[in-house]
């Protein structure tokens, strides 16, 4: 059965902390990985994965795979109180298409 | 460019009725997803549809339901509504067959 772990499951860390959100995986047919941040309704994307090794990167927002590991981070350095959200990981299955995302890191950063 | 848009956004239904949520994707999107998303918990597939044609089906009963119309908008239907169904129903489109998702707001529905 496809299974998604993040952790942690919260975190609470004061502004200008850097904090590490993972996301280990068990898929069959393994296509890509997103990332999102969902602060009210919407999931926003942040990231999608489909290559070990390569470090993709958005301002303070970086994330890197790991096909062989099974496993995804999302690194955030420099927080601040507007990164306070659930991160959801979600890697894809081929065939069916559908993204399976895992229960989400509460990130609340502190001023 | 509107995004992902769904309709209404918030709904109160009795048990047993039925209920409609509709989403019109991202001009140019042809690929239209449909996820529930309990409380607590991250978004869970429902449905993708592609082309109008259904491409994925998730772990839920026969009383959902759904489709997609030629102008590439969707409908998700759910039929002897329980109280489990509560929640945030959440649509993406996406360009390609579910490759990259833009979410909607999402409809929040209550039963009681």
């Known amino acids: 059965e496809d299974k998604v772990v993040q952790s942690p499951l919260s975190l609470v860390v004061h502004e200008g902390d850097t904090v590490t959100l993972n996301c280990s995986y068990e898929?069959?047919?393994?296509?890509?990985l997103l990332w999102y941040k969902q602060e009210k309704k919407a999931p926003t994307f942040l990231f999608m994965l489909t290559s070990s090794g390569i470090e993709k990167k958005s301002g303070r927002l970086s994330s890197i795979l790991d096909k062989k590991e099974l496993f995804s981070i999302l690194n955030i350095t420099a927080t601040q109180t507007g990164d306070s959200a659930i991160y959801l990981c979600?890697?894809?299955?081929?065939?069916?298409?559908?993204?399976?995302f895992g229960t989400g890191t509460r990130l609340k950063v502190l001023a | 460019d509107a995004g992902v848009t769904q309709s209404p956004t918030h709904l109160i239904k009795t048990r047993g009725q039925h209920v409609t949520l509709r989403c019109s994707p991202i001009s140019g999107h042809k690929s239209v997803s449909w996820y529930q998303q309990v409380l607590g918990q991250g978004p869970q597939f429902i449905f993708q549809?592609?082309?109008?044609?259904?491409?994925g089906r998730g772990n839920f009963p026969d009383r959902f339901s759904a489709r997609q119309f030629p102008n590439y908008s969707s409908e998700l239907n759910v039929n002897a509504l329980l109280l489990g169904d509560s929640a945030l129903y959440l649509c993406?489109?996406?360009?390609?067959?579910?490759?990259?998702?833009?979410f909607g707001s999402g409809t929040r529905l209550t039963v009681v």
């Open positions: 993406a489109s996406s360009t390609t067959e579910g490759y990259g998702y833009t």
């Open positions: 549809y592609y082309e109008k044609e259904e491409r």
């Open positions: 898929v069959t047919n393994f296509r890509s």
């Open positions: 979600a890697p894809q299955t081929s065939g069916t298409y559908k993204y399976i």
